[in-house]
């Protein structure tokens, strides 16, 4: 059985870029792979320290998220990632074979860090080396991740390329992403080049999963769209419209062709109304789900817990296995 992981930051509230780029598709993973599913804190403070009381509910959060979109304990190990201490041990071990030169091309870094790069933390910088470490501690195969995080994939590849190459052994894995193909990078409603993200400013700019049908209603007719009347224009030079074109076909799996073809003569208002229905549909019983599970704080401090448990051994033995290779024990 191969193996999968992948993990969100506890930043805040998950959106549905979140969603459509990889939340939506690792409930079905569960039965055909093994599954590692954390909760990413250590990456998550890379955008700096904030409050202990947010930081906390923030991890409730993404837990009650992981719960509402289908992922199951008794399947999958859900868990949080600074609970398992040799996620940082082997962050060291491999920062000792990732190139600068490679991480000078992250574009994530690049967009991540403050208008004064000197004043850029060395964890933002280190952060793709991470994740790294995270997918070869648990001996994955397939990483479910968004287009964005490609080139950290490639870059984890490259450092297990160069420990094999070293060790003359093929004892680490390649990896392969798993992007969902039925939905490409989902942008923001206010500006059709940046990606619908938590850290922007304006909350109209995002459709969080924990919205109210009024809300997700608003923020879909007021989606920045353009001069057109008609959905079949020149829609590759729409970045705004050509990103609801898109939302649209990834949650009801209508073709992008199918549905210009279907509000030819409609216009974008009735094209929008749709699209907001079809989210609410979607999108709110998740929410009501999120909701119903952030409540219950002991059953999610029990998933934790177990979740901890069962990643320690396998983390343990793979940490153990690559010290032995190189000869610290
Ligand atoms: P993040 O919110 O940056 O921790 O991302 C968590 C996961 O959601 C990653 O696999 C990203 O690739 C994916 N993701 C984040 N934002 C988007 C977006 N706007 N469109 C598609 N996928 C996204
Ligand atoms: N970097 C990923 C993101 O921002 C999150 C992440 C951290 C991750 N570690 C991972 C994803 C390991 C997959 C596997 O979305």
Redesign the pocket.
């Known amino acids: 059985m191969k193996t999968i992981i992948?993990g969100?930051?506890p930043?805040g509230n998950?959106?549905l870029?979140?969603y459509?780029?990889?939340?939506a598709k690792w409930n079905e993973y569960q039965t055909e792979y093994k599954c590692f599913f954390p909760i990413v804190d250590l990456h998550a403070i890379t955008a700096g320290f904030i409050n202990k009381e947010t930081f906390k509910n923030n991890i409730y959060k993404s837990l009650a998220a992981y719960l509402a979109t289908g992922l199951d304990p008794k399947k999958s190990i859900i868990f949080q990632q600074s609970n398992i201490a040799e996620h940082c041990e082997l962050f060291w071990i491999l920062s000792n074979i990732a190139q600068m030169g490679k991480l000078n091309r992250m574009t994530q870094f690049k967009s991540k860090s403050p208008e004064n790069q000197q004043h850029a933390v060395l964890g933002l910088y280190a952060y793709p080396v991470l994740m790294a470490a995270d997918i070869i501690l648990y001996n994955a195969d397939l990483v479910p991740?968004?287009?964005?995080?490609i080139q950290h994939i490639e870059l984890t590849n490259d450092i297990i390329g160069s420990f094999n190459h070293h060790y003359q052994e093929n004892i680490l894995k390649n990896i392969q992403p798993l992007l969902q193909n039925s939905?490409k990078?989902?942008?923001s409603l206010r500006n059709g080049e940046n990606?619908?993200?938590?850290s922007e400013e304006s909350d109209m700019s995002r459709i969080n999963l924990t919205d109210s049908k009024e809300l997700i209603h608003k923020k879909i007719l007021k989606a920045k769209t353009d001069l057109y009347y008609n959905l079949d224009q020149d829609l590759d030079k729409r970045p705004e419209t050509q990103n609801l074109v898109n939302i649209f076909s990834s949650l009801t799996k209508e073709s992008e062709i199918d549905i210009q073809k279907q509000y030819r003569s409609q216009g974008l208002k009735k094209f929008k109304q749709d699209l907001a229905e079809i989210i609410i549909e979607h999108i709110t019983p998740i929410g009501k789900a999120m909701n119903e599970y952030y409540n219950d704080k002991n059953y999610l401090d029990n998933i934790l817990s177990n979740g901890k448990s069962k990643a320690s051994e396998y983390a343990e033995r793979n940490l153990n296995n690559i010290k032995n290779i190189i000869g610290m024990i």
């Open positions: 992948s969100i930051q930043t998950l959106h870029g979140n459509l780029g990889t939340l991740v968004g287009e964005d995080q939905s990078r989902i942008m990606k619908m993200s938590k």
